[in-house]
C-alpha cells in the first residue's frame, strides 16, 4: 500500500516512542464486522524548536455559531 517510507535515522532526530491499537468491531449478533487499527505516537516527548516550531488548534466562537443559527432561521436553511 506504500504508507510509509523507511528512511535513515539522522543525528538531529528526536525518536518518540509508540505503539499500534487494534480493535476489532462487531455486528449486534456478534459476527465480526472489521478489524480497525491505528498507530499512535506519544506527541508528549516532542521537544519544541526541534521536533515542531509552532501549534494550531481551530476553535470556533460562539458569536460565530450564534450567526450561523440566526441566519439558518432567516433563510430556512436546515443543519445536521
Same mark, same amino acid.
Given at each position: 500500500?506504500?504508507?510509509?517510507?523507511?528512511? /535513515?535515522?539522522?543525528d538531529?532526530?528526536?525518536?518518540?516512542?509508540? @505503539?499500534?491499537a487494534?480493535?476489532?468491531?462487531?455486528?449486534?449478533?456478534? #459476527?465480526?464486522?472489521?478489524?480497525?487499527?491505528?498507530f499512535?505516537?506519544r506527541? /508528549?516527548?516532542?521537544?519544541?524548536?526541534?521536533?515542531?516550531?509552532? @501549534?494550531?488548534?481551530?476553535?470556533?466562537?460562539?458569536?460565530t455559531?450564534? #450567526?450561523?443559527?440566526?441566519?439558518?432561521?432567516?433563510?430556512?436553511?436546515?443543519?445536521?
Amino acid at each position: 500500500m506504500d504508507a510509509w517510507d523507511v528512511v /535513515d535515522k539522522t543525528d538531529n532526530v528526536n525518536i518518540i516512542d509508540s @505503539t499500534w491499537a487494534f480493535k476489532l468491531k462487531r455486528f449486534p449478533d456478534g #459476527l465480526i464486522k472489521k478489524f480497525k487499527g491505528r498507530f499512535c505516537a506519544r506527541g /508528549d516527548q516532542q521537544i519544541e524548536g526541534v521536533d515542531y516550531f509552532e @501549534t494550531y488548534a481551530p476553535v470556533v466562537q460562539w458569536t460565530t455559531v450564534r #450567526l450561523m443559527l440566526i441566519l439558518e432561521v432567516l433563510l430556512g436553511l436546515k443543519s445536521k
